[in-house]
Every structure is written in C-alpha cells, then in structure tokens.
C-alpha cells in the first residue's frame, strides 16, 4: 500500500486496507522500520512512507524484516535413535527444506513492492473493462 500512493499513510490508513488491527499493523511497521524499509514522521502530515523507492525492495526484503529465523519450521524435539525412520528422516528432510528456502527466497527476490503495485493497477484496470464491457 505504501507503494501505491505519493503520500505517508497514517497506520489506521494502512490497518483499514488490510482489514487488521492498526496496533498489529505498527509493530509489522516498527519491524521494517528497524530495516530500513520505512520511516515514519509524527504530526498533521505525518505517517509511514517506504525508505527507498519501492522497485528497490523486495518482497524477501519484507519478508525477513518481519520474520524470524527459518522460512520452514522444524520439529523442536529429536527423534527416536532406535527407528530407522527417525534415524534418517531429520537429515533428509533438512536437504529438501534448504532446498526448497533456496527456491522461496530466490522468488521472493525477484519480486519487488513496484512490481506489485503494477499488478494490483493492472488488475484495477482488468475489472474497469469489464464492467465497460
């Protein structure tokens, strides 16, 4: 949404869009804001703008500004040593979900907040032809 507009939104602004909580959506800002993916001034004209322009972040940008640790989550506790599967299975799994992070944080790094918001404009215009049509 801050891609979107040449103003700060205020974080009520951005909760109503989202349809979420404006105090959820400033601790999700406070965190990309520790990233140097936003700012924010107080006052009359105050509110949340990106950082740097929105074709220089990325989605995986965002995504770790938000998210701690692993993309996949593994089971905390160990196995059993005495079954074949438990055995082996940790370290065959750990293969494919380093794999498969690989994959997600090479997508996620293509994508940035400008190609989004192209999306969502052509999307807009789409449903516009539509009903003209």
Wanted: aromatic share 4%; proline share 5%; charged share 25%.
């Amino acid at each position: 949404m801050l891609g979107r507009w040449d103003r700060s939104l205020t974080s009520a602004e951005i909760a109503e869009s989202l349809a979420s909580n404006p105090v959820l959506v400033r601790r999700i800002l406070g965190s990309l804001r520790d990233a140097d993916l936003v700012w924010s001034a107080e006052g009359r004209n105050g509110g949340w703008s990106l950082a740097r322009p929105a074709r220089e972040i990325t989605l995986y940008d965002a995504y770790t500004a938000v998210e701690a640790g692993p993309i996949l989550s593994r089971h905390p506790h160990p196995p059993s040593a005495e079954c074949e599967v438990g055995r082996n299975m940790q370290r065959l799994l750990e293969v494919e979900f380093q794999d498969a992070e690989r994959a997600m944080k090479e997508r996620l790094g293509r994508t940035t907040i400008a190609h989004l918001v192209q999306q969502v404009l052509d999307s807009e215009r789409e449903v516009a032809q539509r009903v003209i049509s």
